[in-house]
């Protein structure tokens, strides 16, 4: 399972290394620098293959993020030609309170917490992830994100695994 885990993350890493987003991605998302707002939705979409392949649904820490999935998404040809390339499938977004009858989601912080499990299977060794704290960063007012905090109790946690 490791090895098939594996594959789908290399498959989606060479996927997002490849996206090229255009200035239609970031029309709703104002903020700089636009290169770490990049970087960001670049390591969201990473972690998103190993959350689609363990059948999870994780949480989005940034605001900024966020805005430009959604441009993406907005993107709708290129989006879907994206998602067939980087995970096999449609990557399906479900906004709070959008989600179709019958699926039903966790609570944000049990989603956050599998988004930074999902961090821990993508990255390379030592790079560094700027979804938690992005949007204090760039000055997002009302930032999202995860703590430090939480981040380091999670990766304790899976070191015991």
Avoid: K
């Amino acid at each position: 399972m490791l090895v098939r885990r594996g594959s789908a993350v290399r498959r989606a890493n060479g996927a997002v290394a490849d996206l090229e987003l255009p200035e239609a991605v970031f029309r709703t998302c104002p903020w700089q620098p636009r290169e770490l707002v990049d970087l960001g939705l670049r390591q969201w979409l990473r972690c998103c293959a190993a959350a689609l392949h363990d059948g999870e649904v994780i949480g989005m820490p940034s605001h900024a993020v966020d805005e430009a999935w959604h441009g993406f998404i907005l993107c709708t040809a290129r989006y879907a030609a994206f998602c067939r390339s980087a995970y096999g499938r449609f990557l399906h977004h479900h906004p709070d309170g959008g989600a179709p009858p019958g699926v039903t989601g966790d609570p944000m912080s049990e989603q956050l917490r599998r988004t930074v499990v999902a961090w821990s299977v993508v990255a390379a060794p030592g790079e560094q992830c700027v979804l938690w704290d992005l949007d204090r960063r760039i000055g997002v007012p009302e930032p999202w994100g995860v703590s430090a905090t939480q981040v380091t109790a999670v990766e304790q946690d899976l070191r015991r695994v």
